[in-house]
């Protein structure tokens, strides 16, 4: 995968070189590549916003840095021998990035980021390269910061460990919390490791049984505690043929009963009467 990102800090972006997203870079596996934006200004004083027309706080960061910094980005590689690029935005007011995002992304073979300053980037650019490629924006949480480069570490990290050969178990994201298949909309339940007993607290003795099948049972019936306990959202979210048997029994007794005749909004389950948390 190629990734490029274009932005007027780019030492913001140093976490690239570390952990399983510096290790890929190290081995190939992900082709990285920051740009200064500042490089595509025009004027001694390397400007890249301006005042927002109608008036209004803030600033806004300009087309003409962005749309040549685009340009030239992409200009590089097709040269190099990429193709299908992606544009990805990211903005407090996109769709929320989720792994089953995460896995799409994941599937494109070249990334390019434009993270954003000030009040963001004039409109007229992203509508411009949306002709071009899938231009996707996205939230990583309902909050507003500086700009987007923390973003883009979130969104890399995500999408890189789901590039074959990066993690070292090649397994070791199918039961992630929102994994999709058996986890999807799932959070993963609690995990342990040696010793067997640390500080008058011992692991759950299922996991030492050997029993797979047990253990597997445990770990999905902690998968549902801990989902309804934390996010009951994605249990309400959830299409009731996704739970078996063992499931409803276990949400039965977390306090939750299948709706027969629905909700209007997508919710399958509702939480029963008089059940303490």
Same mark, same amino acid.
């Given at each position: %995968?190629?990734?490029?990102?274009?932005?007027? +800090?780019?030492?913001?972006?140093?976490?690239?070189?570390?952990?399983?997203?510096?290790?890929?870079?190290?081995?190939?596996?992900?082709?990285?590549?920051?740009?200064?934006?500042?490089? =595509?200004?025009?004027?001694?004083?390397?400007?890249?916003?301006?005042?927002?027309?109608?008036?209004?706080?803030?600033?806004?960061?300009?087309?003409?840095?962005?749309?040549?910094?685009?340009? *030239?980005?992409?200009?590089?590689?097709?040269?190099?021998?990429?193709?299908?690029?992606?544009?990805?935005?990211?903005?407090?007011?996109?769709?929320? +990035?989720?792994?089953?995002?995460?896995?799409?992304?994941?599937?494109?073979?070249?990334?390019?980021?434009?993270?954003?300053?000030?009040?963001?980037?004039?409109?007229?650019?992203?509508?411009?390269?949306?002709?071009? %490629?899938?231009?996707?924006?996205? *939230?990583?949480?309902?909050? !507003?910061?500086?700009?987007?480069?923390?973003? !883009?570490?979130?969104?890399?990290?995500?999408?890189?460990?789901?590039?074959?050969?990066?993690?070292?178990?090649?397994?070791?994201?199918?039961?992630?919390?929102?994994?999709?298949?058996?986890?999807?909309?799932?959070?993963?339940?609690?995990?342990?490791?040696?010793?067997?007993?640390?500080?008058?607290?011992?692991?759950?003795?299922?996991?030492?049984?050997?029993?797979?099948?047990?253990?597997?049972? =445990?770990?999905?019936?902690?998968?549902?505690?801990?989902?309804?306990?934390?996010?009951?959202?994605?249990?309400?979210?959830?299409?009731?043929?996704? +739970?078996?048997?063992?499931?409803?029994?276990?949400?039965?007794?977390?306090? =939750?009963?299948?709706?027969?005749?629905?909700?209007?909004?997508?919710?399958? =389950?509702?939480?029963?009467?008089?059940?303490?948390?």
């Amino acid at each position: %995968m190629r990734l490029d990102v274009v932005t007027i +800090f780019p030492e913001y972006l140093e976490p690239l070189n570390v952990s399983l997203v510096g290790k890929a870079r190290a081995r190939g596996q992900l082709n990285v590549h920051v740009h200064d934006l500042r490089a =595509w200004t025009h004027d001694r004083h390397n400007t890249v916003d301006d005042t927002p027309y109608g008036g209004g706080p803030g600033m806004v960061m300009k087309t003409e840095p962005w749309g040549d910094a685009l340009d *030239s980005v992409l200009a590089d590689g097709y040269e190099t021998g990429s193709r299908t690029p992606a544009l990805i935005v990211p903005t407090p007011s996109g769709r929320p +990035f989720t792994q089953e995002l995460a896995v799409r992304l994941s599937q494109h073979p070249w990334l390019i980021f434009t993270p954003a300053r000030y009040e963001g980037i004039d409109r007229r650019v992203i509508d411009e390269y949306a002709t071009r %490629m899938p231009v996707y924006e996205v *939230s990583i949480g309902d909050y !507003v910061l500086a700009g987007g480069e923390a973003a !883009v570490l979130v969104i890399t990290e995500a999408v890189a460990r789901l590039l074959p050969g990066v993690l070292g178990n090649a397994e070791s994201h199918r039961d992630d919390s929102f994994a999709p298949g058996a986890m999807a909309n799932l959070l993963e339940g609690p995990v342990y490791t040696k010793p067997p007993a640390w500080r008058g607290r011992e692991i759950p003795e299922v996991l030492l049984s050997g029993h797979h099948g047990r253990i597997a049972r =445990w770990r999905r019936d902690e998968a549902l505690r801990r989902t309804t306990a934390h996010r009951p959202d994605l249990i309400e979210r959830c299409d009731p043929a996704a +739970f078996d048997k063992k499931d409803r029994e276990m949400l039965s007794i977390l306090g =939750w009963e299948p709706d027969p005749a629905g909700e209007p909004y997508g919710r399958f =389950w509702r939480r029963t009467d008089g059940v303490e948390q």
